[in-house]
């Protein structure tokens, strides 16, 4: 019988280093995905996606193309409350779906690592075996990212994310420091599994 691998998320706020820690796993081999890029993924090739959007927002929520204006899709969502709980109740499942898709591909691999920006906000920490919390000082965060404040507002709040997870870090240091902690992580994994 093959074993599951063991399945980790990564979240954490905006300009936390969620990327560059999803990469610091997949150096140490890991198999890794990542929820931005699926969401990418799903508003090009989801006709079901683009059906809805079309019905719900028309012409304007798609560029001179007919693909998905991404830009004007988060101008539409994040204007309007209502408007946006509407887009995550059509984006998410598909999102979740693509991962379970992805998990079931990776027989053979011994850890995967999936970058979920809003994983306890979705409740999808449960998928999940562990779960590792990345946060940063806001001078650190507005450095990397710019004005982030307005989006964040209606996440969790990051100590809570830090509190929830298994392990948590405070990414205000070096590239090689955050690599140094992943892969702290992925040796307790490893010696725990």
């Known amino acids: 019988m093959t074993r599951r691998p063991l399945a980790v998320a990564i979240t954490g706020g905006i300009a936390a280093g969620k990327t560059e820690a999803l990469a610091a796993f997949e150096r140490r081999g890991a198999a890794v995905s990542s929820a931005d890029e699926l969401v ?52 998410h499942p598909r999102v979740v779906q693509g991962h379970a898709d992805w998990l079931a591909q990776q027989e053979g691999a011994t850890l995967v690592v999936v970058e979920i920006p809003l994983l306890y906000e979705t409740g999808g920490e449960a998928r999940y075996d562990k779960v590792v919390a990345l946060t940063a000082s806001p001078a650190v965060r507005e450095q990397r990212r710019g004005a982030y404040a307005e989006r964040e507002a209606r996440l969790i709040p990051d100590e809570e994310k830090l509190r929830r997870a298994d392990y948590s870090y405070v990414n205000d240091g070096t590239l090689e420091e955050l690599d140094a902690f992943v892969g702290r992580v992925v040796e307790e994994l490893a010696s725990s599994s």
């Open 40 to 91: 990418h993924r799903v508003y090009r090739e989801d006709e079901s996606l683009k059906a809805l959007l079309r019905e719900r927002w028309g012409d304007a929520a798609f560029d001179a193309d007919g693909e998905v204006d991404r830009a004007a899709v988060a101008a539409i969502a994040f204007a309007d409350r209502k408007e946006l709980d509407w887009l995550e109740s059509v984006v």
